[in-house]
């Protein structure tokens, strides 16, 4: 179910709707699995950036801590609190929320991408911090890049 939500860059899919009264069943029998929590936050996330930022009843920080608490480690986690918190406009706890997940993710461009946004919002980040941050998110770019290719030519050679 996690999965089938995508990246949190991208819309919901088409499905999404129908999955979530799925996934609320789920929360509920399993409170406990801290993959359900995430997916939750992940619908949620997804669902108010395509409805404009709507009102939530709920709010993805809760489900996103608590997934926390329930001992998963994912990327995602971090990179979720940190693209909330960066809408808040609280660069500096997003930038430690986006050094979680960077520890758990290497070579995702989207974490790389937040983080610089986040680096040239705060004051106190040196010319030093940037220039890595943009070298790394140009490296995973490159990455990225030939992974694809990669793919294709392997498809072709089938």
Known sequence: MLEGLGDLTQGLPSQANKEYKRLEELVQLYPNEPKLHLAKAIY????????????LKENPLDFLQQSEMLG???????????????????YAAALEEINKAQLLCTGYVNVYALKLRLLRNIESSTEVEIATEKSLLEASRKQEKVAVHEIIEMIDGM
């Not at 998963?72 to 609280?90: P, S, T, V």
């Open 44 to 55: 949620l996330i997804k669902y108010s950036r395509s409805n404009r930022y709507s009102a």
């Open 72 to 90: 998963l480690k994912d990327y995602r986690i971090g990179y979720a609190k940190a693209m909330l918190l960066h809408q808040e406009k609280k």
